[in-house]
């Protein structure tokens, strides 16, 4: 199995990531879920991870609460999207049983990375401060890292019209990573937007008698209401990433130097893609272009009906 870490802040998308990478079709080992300020604030992201957890079967996966803020920036939530748990819609139980870990999710990925070959992949779902902090502050992890699998940015904006959301919510932070040197590959919106659960996938998700398909029917209804108005159905932005970790071929990628912009009056929080090559400078991301979607509905059909 791969070993994967997901630092995260769940979010309905995120728990369709946790939900896959826990399921049958996945050939990854959950190392740890690290959750961060984001969607909404982390407390409540973090009693997410853990009820997503216990729906999962992740009885013993580590879960660890992260940063509370960006790294400059302020905060900036996106419960008008989520809702104010953060997981609006769902029926799973609000208080969970499982407990997260005591130590910091910055001390877990530290620790976790030190301990390995240096064969832990990290699906970053959500913004990218508890990443940048564990960089600050343990350099030696850097190399350490297998892959960086990242939803985030784009060409395009879904939170301003240079921004998307987890880059826009702590540019500094991504800026920290995008100049890492970890082999990152780029899932932004460009190719997010390319899986929506459309009615047709709604009838075919309905279909499936498990309780893990159920939860994510009643995810989905709520979550679409945000997508609702320019989109044929809600996008699944954090599965992209998860997807990938089990079947790369899937999509279709190109490699290009992808900059943050920290200082842009109007563009503050864009991922600059430089499709074309401009720059002298040296590739750092494989940028996800195109989902085989039909493909994508496929597997994670096939994960809501067999979990582990
Ligand atoms: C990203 O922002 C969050 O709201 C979602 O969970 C996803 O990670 C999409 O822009
Ligand atoms: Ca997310």
């Given at each position: 199995d791969?070993?994967?870490?997901i630092d995260c802040d769940p979010g309905h998308d995120d728990a369709m990531a946790i939900l896959l990478a826990a399921?049958?079709?996945?050939?990854?080992?959950?190392?740890?879920?690290?959750?961060?300020?984001?969607n909404v604030g982390v407390d409540k992201n973090t009693i997410n991870a853990l009820r997503v957890c216990?729906?999962?079967?992740?009885?013993?996966?580590?879960?660890?609460?992260?940063?509370d803020r960006p790294l400059v920036r302020d905060s900036l939530e996106a419960a008008?999207?989520?809702?104010?748990?953060?997981?609006?819609?769902?029926?799973?139980?609000?208080?969970?049983?499982?407990?997260?870990?005591?130590?910091?999710?910055?001390?877990?990925?530290?620790?976790?990375?030190?301990?390995?070959?240096?064969?832990?992949?990290?699906?970053?779902?959500?913004?990218?401060?508890?990443?940048?902090?564990?960089?600050?502050?343990?350099?030696?992890?850097?190399?350490r890292i297998n892959e960086i699998t990242m939803m985030g940015g784009g060409t395009y904006?879904?939170?301003?019209?240079?921004?998307?959301f987890n880059i826009y919510a702590d540019?500094?932070?991504?800026?920290?990573?995008?100049?890492?040197?970890v082999p990152m590959t780029m899932f932004g919106l460009d190719v997010t937007h390319q899986v929506l659960a459309t009615d047709e996938r709604m009838k075919q998700l309905a279909a499936i008698n498990t309780p893990e398909a159920a939860a994510v029917t009643d995810m989905l209804r709520f979550y679409s209401g945000a997508y609702k108005e320019k989109f044929s159905g809600a996008a699944l932005h954090d599965p992209c990433p998860v997807a990938?970790?089990?079947?790369?071929?899937?999509f279709q990628l190109e490699?290009?130097?992808?900059?943050?912009?920290?200082?842009?009056?109007?563009?503050?929080?864009?991922?600059?893609?430089?499709?074309?090559?401009?720059?002298?400078?040296?590739?750092?991301?494989?940028?996800?272009?195109e989902i085989d979607s039909n493909r994508f509905w496929q597997l994670f059909l096939q994960a809501l009906s067999e979990m582990r």
């Open positions: 791969k070993r994967v870490m399921s049958n079709v996945s050939n990854l080992s959950i190392e740890a879920i690290t959750t961060v300020a984001g216990e729906l999962a079967g992740l009885d013993d996966t580590l879960v660890a609460k992260g940063a008008h999207v989520h809702g104010d748990s953060g997981l609006d819609g769902t029926s799973l139980p609000e208080s969970p049983v499982k407990q997260a870990d005591g130590a910091h999710a910055v001390d877990i990925l530290i620790d976790k990375l030190m301990a390995s070959e240096g064969d832990i992949s990290i699906a970053a779902i959500g913004p990218l401060t508890n990443i940048a902090l564990a960089m600050r502050k343990k350099p030696e992890i850097i190399p904006g879904n939170r301003t019209p240079a921004a998307e540019a500094e932070a991504a800026k920290v990573v995008f100049e890492s040197g990938y970790l089990i079947e790369p071929a899937m490699k290009v130097r992808a900059d943050v912009e920290i200082k842009g009056e109007f563009t503050y929080g864009m991922t600059v893609i430089d499709a074309e090559g401009q720059s002298s400078r040296t590739p750092n991301v494989q940028f996800a272009r």
